[in-house]
């Protein structure tokens, strides 16, 4: 009798804590105007309902490194140790959970769905997946954590959300970037590929990605399109 009463009271706590977040997610969601502020309040329940008070999103600053755009800690612009900087070139390609541990600056694979983190891990970097791409980077420290309360599918979760405001602000109309992995080239594409590649600040594999192509395709548009624009450009000052 008693042990059912135990059992009845355990799982009314856990329907309590999860309405909570839930909660706090939906509000979020559903009063989301400026998508910058957005990011922010959801890496922040990131950071609350994970205990760790050291929580950043990574965006790439240059091809082959990148900055802690937004934090917990409310440190703009941040930059991350080598380590950090080495799993994030590689993370961008492979799309694994990475997790780096104290007595190794080599990034290890994390299986987010059956692994469990322990004492030796000092930082966990969560994938932020829009259509199979990375557009950004979790980095979590977990140093000193209480790793129990790191819910690594509650955080998939968070991430999920997170993608999908930044999408929007790589790709603010999401004119290509639900569009098929090919389709013929268009002339008004030119000026979304250029913008796309200025918010990846100069990372064309990243901005090939969020228009749902690949490299190889970025840059076949490329070569194609700014020819004929400099070439209606220089027609237009002989007229």
């Known amino acids: 009798m008693y042990k059912i009463a135990d059992i009845q009271d355990?799982?009314?706590a856990n329907r309590s804590a999860a309405s909570e977040w839930l909660s706090d997610l939906t509000e979020i969601v559903e009063g989301r105007y400026?998508?910058?502020d957005s990011v922010q309040r959801l890496l922040m329940l990131v950071s609350e309902h994970t205990d760790l008070s050291n929580v950043?999103?990574?965006?790439?600053?240059s091809p082959s490194r990148f900055k802690a755009q937004y934090s917990s800690t409310g440190v703009d612009n941040g930059v991350y140790s080598y380590a950090v900087q080495h799993a994030l070139c590689r993370q961008f390609e492979s799309l694994e959970w990475l997790v780096i541990k104290e007595t190794n600056d080599r990034a290890e694979r994390f299986d987010h769905l059956h692994g469990q983190l322990t004492r030796q891990d000092r930082c966990l970097l969560v994938p932020l997946i829009m259509r199979q791409?990375?557009?950004?980077?979790?980095?979590?420290d977990l140093r000193g954590a209480d790793l129990a309360r790191v819910d690594t599918h509650w955080v998939r979760c968070l991430g999920a959300q997170i993608a999908q405001v930044?999408?929007?602000?790589?790709?603010?109309?999401?004119?290509?970037?639900?569009a098929r992995p090919y389709q013929r080239v268009k002339g008004d594409e030119l000026e979304d590929i250029r913008a796309a590649i200025s918010k990846c600040n100069g990372n064309k594999t990243m901005a090939a990605r969020i228009l749902g192509l690949t490299p190889r395709q970025l840059r076949?548009?490329?070569?194609?399109l700014e020819p004929e624009v400099e070439g209606s450009e220089s027609a237009a000052v002989c007229h």
């Open 133 to 140: 791409s990375v557009l950004a980077v979790l980095v979590m």
């Open 166 to 178: 930044l999408a929007t602000q790589v790709v603010p109309n999401f004119k290509t970037l639900y």
């Open 56 to 61: 950043s999103i990574a965006l790439p600053d």
């Open 220 to 224: 076949y548009r490329l070569a194609k």
């Open 34 to 36: 400026q998508d910058e």
């Open 10 to 12: 355990y799982r009314t």
